[in-house]
């Protein structure tokens, strides 16, 4: 059975090492839909309802800002998160965005 577009972006949610973030654009290119990363965000915003948990807070929008946070209940969660494997955020920005980038094209191959 094929998988749901939400369930291949879950995929490579999984597999962000810690302290790392990418964005809804680079996952929406490397699942060949270049053009789609509103529909990534869709689909993270459903990642909550997933077992095992998905990571989501590692998912920003392209400038690092974090775009979800409301989707986390508590509206501090996704930076709490994001802090806890040390990275900087501040006025909803994380710090040095680039260094901690991931790309899943450049990764994943």
Request: charged share 20%; hydrophobic share 35%; proline share 6%.
């Amino acid at each position: 059975m094929e998988k749901s577009f939400s369930q291949r972006v879950y995929d490579i949610v999984y597999l962000i090492p810690e302290g790392r973030v990418t964005n809804y654009g680079a996952i929406a290119k490397y699942l060949g839909a270049a053009r789609s990363s509103r529909m990534v965000g869709w689909a993270m915003n459903n990642a909550h309802t997933q077992t095992p948990p998905v990571p989501a807070h590692r998912v920003v929008n392209r400038n690092g800002v974090l775009t979800g946070k409301l989707h986390f209940g508590d509206p501090n969660m996704m930076q709490q998160l994001l802090e806890n494997e040390g990275l900087t955020i501040v006025d909803d920005q994380i710090q040095d965005f680039k260094k901690y980038f991931w790309d899943p094209h450049t990764e994943l191959g």
